[in-house]
């Protein structure tokens, strides 16, 4: 703690992400992860160190929790419920500051497609969630 109490304002929280799929928004998202990843090689010449560095692909995971009716509207507009048919879509995940709503923080989940459709209940269930893989093909960073 460095003692200095409040200079920087508020800290992004959850209730100030606002989340669109497809052009549409959604309100019933209980989670969302998405990451990219890159592959670095070190290499080798003379010696036991590294003479370079190279850099490979980049894949994007990304993964989300929706209310099982925000997954029902989805897939009623699907021509036959399945969710891997639906076109390659975007996901917009916007960062906007309580403090200051003009400035806009937007993270873009490129070409998403989905890679299940399932369900799974159990006993004393009160609220049915859906966890849903999706997978990018990049993702830009603010």
């Not at 990219?36 to 692909?57: C, H, L």
């Not at 897939?75 to 076109?87: F, I, S, V």
Request: aromatic fraction near 8%; hydrophobic fraction near 35%; include cysteine.
């Amino acid at each position: 703690m460095n003692g200095i109490p409040l200079i920087n304002g508020f800290a992004y929280d959850w209730g100030e992400i606002a989340f669109t799929l497809a052009g549409m928004p959604i309100t019933g998202i209980i989670a969302i992860d998405y990451a990219d990843k890159q592959e670095v090689t070190n290499n080798y010449g003379a010696g036991r160190y590294p003479i370079s560095r190279s850099k490979g692909r980049i894949t994007c995971t990304a993964k989300v929790t929706l209310d099982m009716e925000e997954v029902r509207a989805i897939t009623r507009k699907l021509p036959n419920g399945r969710l891997q048919d639906c076109l390659p879509f975007n996901v917009l995940v916007a960062y906007i500051k309580e403090d200051d709503p003009t400035k806009v923080h937007c993270d873009v989940i490129h070409n998403c497609s989905f890679t299940q459709n399932s369900r799974a209940w159990k006993e004393g269930d009160t609220r049915k969630t859906v966890d849903l893989d999706l997978v990018p093909s990049h993702i830009t960073w603010g």
